[in-house]
């Protein structure tokens, strides 16, 4: 709502807002979208967002859609952060664990958070076709908010992508096709066709609203937790989209005024079969080489090479960070640890922060009395090939 212009989160150069675009003209990078924060924080104040809606969208003024009419919702954000602690009694220190459960969002993901914001925003700037390469829960959820917008969706995922989503997504009347490949080929697919095609592309981070969304959880804990972050989140993460806005969501906080300048330790959860970020993070470098061979059950980190590679990087290193593999056996046999546990049917990808907290347990990282908060970013329930 109080959008004054996007900028290159690489290289700086202005953008206009209120114009359909991708990435930056000049580097190709992503575009992050900046607020007059000033005006925002008139009406936008922690005891004004009592009494409002129990969605994302109760932090409006700080986020892009202008016209309220152009929103397109299922009532997705404002998930319950449930404390885990009969998990955390199986730790061996005492910390303060939480759980976000993402999977209570609609489409049973956070990937709705980003599509809400970027749907309403398509929608808000005439667009009528949208395509996306996914690992499965963004095309289910774009498809979702494609359809309740009125607009035609192409998805492009790879063929052993978990059955729910293929089919969620042509029940809700989307274009599927299936690659033989991986995200990174169904991009190119996408990159390839859509300007012959008229389609938008809505990407993670090739398009600049899906990430205004997913900032949100970043306001949710502050809110949550009486405006006093945690000291650790840890995020499985595929292209960062998430880490990224909840870093971007505390610097707003900030400069509205709401919390201080301490963060919570940004840690970056992956599968060592497809850990792209952790290598880089360990080997000190600024962006993230493509990661071979690819292949974790956990479909939503399989992202090989992440376009906003940089941004993950340079926020997990500013917050005292880091970056944790843990194997797919020990993900998968952690879903049931918290399942029975917690009686949440998590999403392996949410699942794998508990082994990576283990292992931060016992280098020391994470020590008793921190308070710590993992995300489970899907349900389990769409990915029941992951169980057999
Ligand atoms: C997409 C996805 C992720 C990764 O999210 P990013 O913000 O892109 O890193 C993790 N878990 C699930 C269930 C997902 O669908």
């Known amino acids: 709502m109080n959008v004054t212009h996007l900028e290159c989160a690489l290289c700086g150069l202005r953008h206009e807002a209120g114009v359909l675009q991708n990435l930056c003209v000049e580097c190709g990078k992503p575009l992050l979208v900046r607020y007059d924060l000033k005006a925002a924080g008139q009406t936008l104040y922690p005891d004004s967002l009592k009494g409002r809606e129990s969605s994302l969208w109760r932090y409006r003024e700080v986020l892009p859609v202008r016209d309220w009419n152009n929103v397109v919702s299922f009532g997705e954000g404002w998930t319950p952060l449930l404390n885990a602690s009969r998990t955390a009694e199986s730790l061996e220190v005492a910390v303060d664990l939480y ?14 958070r980003g599509m809400t914001a970027a749907i309403s925003m398509a929608k808000e700037l005439g667009v009528r076709k949208v395509a996306v390469p996914s690992a499965g829960n963004a095309a289910g959820a774009m498809a979702a908010y494609a359809a309740r917008a009125g607009m035609e969706a192409h998805i492009f995922m790879p063929a052993d992508t978990p059955r729910a989503n293929v089919i969620e997504c042509e029940q809700t009347g989307a274009h599927v096709t299936l690659i033989d490949g991986l995200i990174t080929d169904c991009g190119k697919i996408v990159g390839d066709r859509k300007k012959d095609e008229g389609w938008f592309e809505v990407s993670t981070l090739k398009e600049p609203y899906r990430v205004e969304g997913k900032k949100t959880m970043g306001y949710e804990l502050a809110e949550q937790f009486n405006w006093e972050l945690p000291d650790v989140i840890l995020y499985p993460t595929g292209g960062g989209t998430g880490l990224i806005g909840m870093w971007k969501a505390f610097d707003e906080m900030e400069q509205l005024g709401w919390i201080g300048p301490k963060r919570p330790k940004m840690v970056s959860v992956q599968s060592a079969t497809c850990a792209p ?20 059950v956990a479909s939503g980190l399989r992202v090989p090479k992440a376009i906003g590679d940089f941004l993950i990087l340079d926020a997990i290193r500013a917050s005292g960070g880091t970056a944790v593999a843990v194997t797919d056996e020990e993900l998968v046999a952690a879903v ?37 908060v993992i995300f489970n970013t899907g349900a389990g329930v769409k990915y029941l090939e992951a169980f057999q």
């Open 99 to 112: 759980i976000k459960d993402e999977g209570q969002n609609p489409t049973q993901s956070f990937k709705a």
């Open 277 to 296: 970020i952790v290598r880089a993070f360990h080997a000190g470098e600024r962006f993230a080489n493509e990661f071979e061979n690819a292949a974790t």
């Open 336 to 372: 049931k640890e918290v399942g029975a546990a917690e009686g949440i049917f998590t999403a392996p990808e949410g699942a794998a922060c508990l082994p990576a907290l283990r292992k931060l347990i016992a280098d020391g990282f994470v020590t008793g009395g921190e308070r710590v």
